[in-house]
């Protein structure tokens, strides 16, 4: 860590980046923010990074001014707005964090600790699900990453990784420039989703040999899932998007394509989890498990459609 913590025992050379767009989560952006600037030690800054949103930005310069904020310059979207906070972070390290995510105690501390080793250009953090009501009894684990959560499969200890997820990231600001930030003509734009955050670990993970990313399970944030993200129609849509975002990622990365991780998830993961729920359901007395393995045939079978009509497009 002493490479890490050059800029004193009480504060990280880092910069956190909070990309919002809307005051409907204000409560939550808020919590975002004040999480950011409660890790000890401190990040130098918290920059949050506006879309398009007038309202918005002069409520945050009224109310939270020990915060930097500033506006997306380029087009809408998350893309767009995360690189917009990064131009202004003048720190070796960028951590982004979503506005509807909060940080835990420690977060940025362990979040840092791999830079340690030259050869780390990323890391990125476990995200737990917080539901504003009940977790729906049919959600499998397996495709907690549906609500922007660490799922079944992923690796319990610190560890290599091919991607980690923006809402809970830091990157090396040099590489992060070097390959252009996130993709601007890529990403989330209102309600629709895309891998930005993925194909963004992957170009900078390929921008020279040896780079990698490091997933830190303590480097834990939770996420906020709304009750419209709870219903088997949110769940089947975000599949959908995924295997479509995924065939259209592979085609911007050209050379640089790698989908072996979703191969492996649906060699190993998928399976486990279906056998798993499908010898509960035949032990137990409750429908529960039996409905955790139908939406796992059926989130896979949306993300297949997905990635079928991307390729038809392309094609």
């Not at 880092?14 to 409660?38: D, F, K, N, P």
């Not at 690189?83 to 979503?98: E, K, M, Q, V, W």
């Not at 309600?191 to 040999?209: F, K, N, V, Y």
Request: net charge neutral; with cysteine; aromatic share 6%.
């Amino acid at each position: 860590m002493s490479a890490v913590n050059g800029h004193g025992a009480n504060t990280l050379p880092v910069s956190v980046v909070i990309a919002c767009h809307t005051q409907e989560r204000w409560s939550s952006l808020v919590r975002a923010i004040e999480s950011a600037l409660a890790q000890r030690p401190a990040p130098l800054r918290v920059i949050v990074a506006v879309d398009h949103n007038v309202a918005l930005r002069e409520r945050l310069a009224r109310e939270l001014p020990q915060v930097t904020v500033v506006d997306n310059e380029g087009s809408s979207g998350a893309s767009g707005t995360r690189n917009s906070g990064a131009r202004h972070a003048d720190t070796p390290y960028i951590a982004f964090l979503d506005d509807d995510a909060h940080a835990r105690a420690g977060w940025l501390e362990q979040l840092l600790a791999p830079f340690a080793r030259e050869d780390v250009v990323g890391t990125g953090g476990r995200v737990d699900p917080e539901w504003a009501s009940a977790r729906p009894r049919w959600f499998p684990d397996e495709f907690a990453w549906v609500v922007g959560a660490s799922y079944t499969g992923m690796p319990e200890m610190t560890a290599p990784v091919r991607n980690v997820w923006s809402e809970n990231m830091a990157v090396r600001r040099d590489v992060f420039e070097e390959v252009g930030g996130f993709r601007a003509d890529f990403g989330k734009v209102g309600h629709t989703s895309r891998p930005e955050d993925t194909d963004l670990c992957i170009r900078m993970g390929a921008s020279a040999p040896g780079r990698r990313w490091v997933y830190v399970p303590a480097a834990l944030v939770g996420h906020h899932v709304p009750p419209e993200r709870c219903t088997r129609g949110f769940f089947l849509r975000r599949s959908f998007w995924e295997g479509q975002g995924k065939i259209e990622m592979s085609r911007h990365l050209a050379h640089e394509r790698d989908l072996g991780s979703e191969s492996e998830y649906l060699r190993k993961t998928i399976p486990a989890g279906l056998a798993r729920n499908l010898r509960a359901a035949a032990t137990e007395r409750s429908g529960e498990p039996a409905e955790r393995a139908a939406a796992i045939l059926a989130g896979t079978a949306a993300a297949g459609l997905g990635a079928a009509v991307a390729l038809v497009r392309r094609a």
